[in-house]
């Protein structure tokens, strides 16, 4: 799945996207009337400039990643909770704390299963890139 830079930079002007408030800015998507039925998204994500794997939230609309946190960032995506229509709403309005993934519903034995399964993910890319690096340099 790829993102979407001009809707990503479009959305984050529609909420007037803040840094460091990637929850809440694709929370505030999800409900805007322009991307009502996206799915809203926590996982990991990595870029090859910083090259280690970060919790982040975002939105998948019409099969399209949509960041509005980080429009023009370069990103793989390790999606873990996906939550849209009514599922979103019963999510939203059970938690007011973001990100979800942190309350015990999505926990197993205490552990971030799906969260890790995401971080892993990203880090075994890091583990590639840094292998590739040393193979050609």
Same mark, same amino acid.
């Given at each position: 799945?790829?993102?979407n830079?001009?809707?990503?930079?479009?959305?984050?002007?529609?909420?007037?996207?803040q840094p460091?408030?990637c929850?809440?800015?694709?929370?505030?998507?999800?409900?805007?009337?322009?991307f009502?039925g %996206?799915?809203?998204?926590? =996982?990991?994500?990595?870029? *090859?400039k910083?090259g280690?794997p970060q &919790?982040?939230?975002?939105?998948?609309?019409?099969?399209e990643?949509i960041?509005p946190?980080l429009?023009d960032w370069?990103?793989?995506?390790f999606? %873990?909770?996906?939550w849209a =229509?009514?599922?979103?709403? *019963?999510?939203?309005?059970?938690?007011e &704390?973001?990100?979800?993934?942190?309350h015990?519903?999505?926990?197993?034995d205490?552990?971030?299963?799906e969260m890790?399964?995401a971080?892993?993910? %990203?880090?075994e890319?890091?583990?590639?890139?840094?292998?590739?690096?040393?193979?050609?340099?």
């Open positions: 799945m790829e993102k830079v001009a809707e990503s930079r479009r959305a984050a002007r529609l909420v007037n996207a460091n408030l929850w809440q800015n694709a929370v505030d998507l999800v409900w805007s009337d322009e009502a %996206a799915t809203y998204v926590e =996982g990991a994500i990595i870029s *090859r910083a280690f &919790e982040h939230g975002w939105v998948v609309f019409n099969g990643i960041d946190t429009p370069e990103l793989f995506y999606p %873990a909770h996906q =229509g009514e599922e979103f709403m *019963r999510v939203f309005f059970q938690y &704390e973001k990100p979800f993934f942190k015990a519903e999505f926990k197993q205490a552990v971030q299963v890790d399964k971080r892993n993910a %990203a880090q890319l890091a583990d590639t890139w840094a292998e590739e690096a040393k193979a050609g340099g």
